[in-house]
């Protein structure tokens, strides 16, 4: 059991560039023997930047 954990932990880490599995949706095991991963889709965060003086407040999208 821990070494399929382990083979699995690295198909994340090599397929996503994610430590975390907590932020995959699903892994396949295809015929092939080969691992897929999608990733959980986060919502964007959204940010508002309000600056003084006469300077409208921006708007900044991250994710």
């Known amino acids: 059991?821990?070494?399929?954990?382990i083979g699995i932990?690295?198909?994340i880490r090599l397929?996503?560039?994610q430590t975390d599995p907590?932020?995959?949706?699903?892994?396949y095991?295809?015929?092939d023997?080969?691992?897929s991963v999608i990733p959980l889709k986060r919502e964007p965060r959204v940010?508002?930047?309000?600056v003084e003086g006469d300077?409208?407040?921006v708007r900044i999208e991250l994710g």
């Open 22 to 27: 907590s932020k995959i949706k699903t892994a």
């Open 33 to 35: 023997g080969s691992i």
């Open 47 to 50: 940010v508002d930047v309000s």
């Open 9 to 11: 932990l690295q198909v």
């Open 29 to 31: 095991l295809e015929r």
């Open 55 to 57: 300077v409208q407040t």
């Open 15 to 17: 397929n996503t560039d």
């Open 1 to 5: 059991m821990m070494v399929v954990l």
